[in-house]
């Protein structure tokens, strides 16, 4: 079993690098290609647009073919659609590459997370399917500073290169050390959404898509915000980017010690609170060096602490519909990529400086936190009340 969580991890690492990398290299693509800043952090958008294409896909195609061979599929899905991205300089070719490399991205997750279901030993499953989410982490800890520094000392290109190359070796492992297993769903699929007629599961949707949408409507132009705002050099975002996934990595790992303690809706809302309230630090402090690492480095730990509580609080409110509740987890997560860095963006392009970009910001995740909050109202209607006598 070690064998296959490490190529899964593997995988998501690959993912993480094509998801994030981008953002460690936005002004070199941009003038190279020659266009705005603004367009450029659209590639993000597109590459989250594929992602909410291609998650239901597992859940309609999982119990055809083999979960290995589906895992395959996606994975020289990816190849192509970074290699596309890598080798284009026209606009829409780069739209079309990151629309490629974006569709497999939710079906990975969901698939992987399927067969390690299947293979773990009964109270394994969790710690095997955190394995799987830890190389998305590694990723921005290790591969995306490394893809930022390519991108300033090179190209950007050099950068999804890297990322092509990768996960051709990702291919070579889930051939090698993936079993074949196939998933018969035992419900038909019309009565796997029997979950999303109560509103508990879409209140959690829009949690997550706000949340991520909060966050990135900041994090996807934190290169020109560390220089034209921090005053940092362009030679310090690997540095930077290093810490931040640093930060990714960390919230993960504290917000798992936090759920012995405290229940998943807890633990999200009062994350959503203090991004929110980092968020307008930032807009206030931005200019001070070292206050922009330490708040920038709390926005990005609380990126990662959501999201086990979240997965969570999903399992637990798509009974019978798991696996569409997972994709249609994965697909709110990328949904608010796209939000969020179309409404930075769009603060761009309307002539505001980029310390502007942490209103909306914040903004967006007091939505998340109010959704958590109505949730929790709700479940505690829900509770019985004790009877005295």
Known sequence: MKKTVFSLALATFGLGMAEFGIMGVLTEL????GISIPSAGHLISFYACGVVIGAPVMALVSNRFSLKNILLFLVAMCVVGNAMFTFSSAYWMLILGRLISGFPHGAIFGVGAIILSKI??????????????????VANLIGIPLGTWLGHAFSWRYTFLLIVVFDLLVIVSVVFWVPALYDKAPARLSEQFHFLRKPE???????????????????SYVKPFMVTVSGFSEASMTFIMTLMGLGMVLGNIFSGRLSVRFSP????????????L???ALFVLG???????????????GLFALSAPL??????NAKGGEMLGAAGGQMAFNL??????????????????????????????????????????????????????
């Open 30 to 33: 941009a003038k190279d290609v």
């Open 120 to 137: 773990a030993p009964p109270g394994k499953v969790t710690m095997a399917v955190a394995g799987m989410i830890a190389g998305m982490t």
């Open 201 to 219: 599961p879409w209140l959690i949707f829009a949690a997550t898509m706000f949340g991520n949408a909060g966050v990135f409507a900041w994090f």
């Open 265 to 276: 809706v807890r633990i999200a809302a009062t994350t959503e609170l203090v991004i929110m």
């Open 278 to 280: 980092a968020m307008l």
């Open 287 to 301: 200019e001070q060096k070292q206050a922009s690492l330490a708040v920038g480095f709390i926005c990005c730990a």
């Open 311 to 316: 997965q969570i609080l999903l399992l637990q």
């Open 336 to 389: 608010g990529n796209a939000v969020g860095a179309w409404f930075g963006g769009l603060i761009i392009t309307f002539g505001f400086t980029y310390s502007y970009l942490t209103l909306p910001a914040a903004v967006l995740t007091f939505a998340a936190m109010t959704a958590l909050l109505v949730y929790g109202h709700i479940k505690t209607k829900q509770q019985p009340v004790p009877v005295t006598q």
